[in-house]
C-alpha cells in the first residue's frame, strides 16, 4: 500500500507495483490524463508534473519514490484554467497540437516559482527540458514574460 497526495488530495493506492512510473498511477489509477505519455525516458517533458513544487518527469519516477510528497499536476494547477500561465497561454496563442503544454506549463510554473530573473537565456534554459514538435517556442517565451509580473509580484507579497 502506497499513500501519495495529488493535488492536495490523500490517495491510497492498493495492488499497485512500487516501481510502477507516477505517469501510469497518475493517467491509469487516479484517471488524470492531462499528464502526457511522450518519450517514457525523461527525455521530452510532456509527463511534467511538481513534485513538492520542483518540476519532475513522471514517466520515470517509480510511485514508491513519491509516497508521502505533495505532486501537483496540470488538473491541480487550476481548477478553472485562469492560472496566469494558463491564461497567457491562451492570449499568446501558444498550443498547436497541444500535445506538449501540459508538461510546459508545469516546467513553466515551477521556474517562475522561483523567483527567477526572467529573460530569453533563463527561461530557455529553464525549459530545455521539454520538446514541443510544433516549434512554438518562441509564444512559450512570450508567454511566460506575460505571466511572470503577475507570479512574482503575488510571491513578493506572499
Request: charged share 25%; glycine share 10%; net charge negative.
Amino acid at each position: 500500500m502506497i499513500e501519495i497526495i495529488v493535488n492536495d488530495e490523500r490517495h491510497t493506492l492498493d495492488n499497485v507495483p512500487e516501481d510502477m512510473p507516477l505517469l501510469w498511477v497518475l493517467r491509469d489509477h487516479l484517471k488524470l490524463t492531462g499528464t502526457k505519455f511522450g518519450c517514457g525516458g525523461g527525455f521530452c517533458g510532456a509527463c511534467t508534473v511538481h513534485l513538492d513544487g520542483n518540476a519532475m518527469r513522471s514517466c520515470v519516477l517509480p510511485v514508491a519514490a513519491v509516497a508521502g510528497h505533495r505532486i501537483t499536476t496540470i488538473e491541480g494547477l487550476s481548477k478553472t484554467g485562469e492560472h496566469p500561465l494558463q491564461r497567457a497561454w491562451v492570449e499568446e496563442d501558444v498550443p498547436q497540437c497541444g500535445y506538449c503544454q501540459p508538461g510546459q506549463l508545469m516546467s513553466a510554473a515551477a521556474f517562475l516559482d522561483g523567483k527567477p530573473e526572467v529573460n530569453d537565456e533563463t527561461i530557455s534554459a529553464a525549459m530545455s527540458g521539454n520538446v514541443c514538435r510544433c516549434g512554438t517556442y518562441a509564444r512559450i517565451r512570450r508567454a511566460i514574460k506575460r505571466a511572470a509580473p503577475e507570479l512574482l509580484s503575488s510571491k513578493k507579497e506572499a
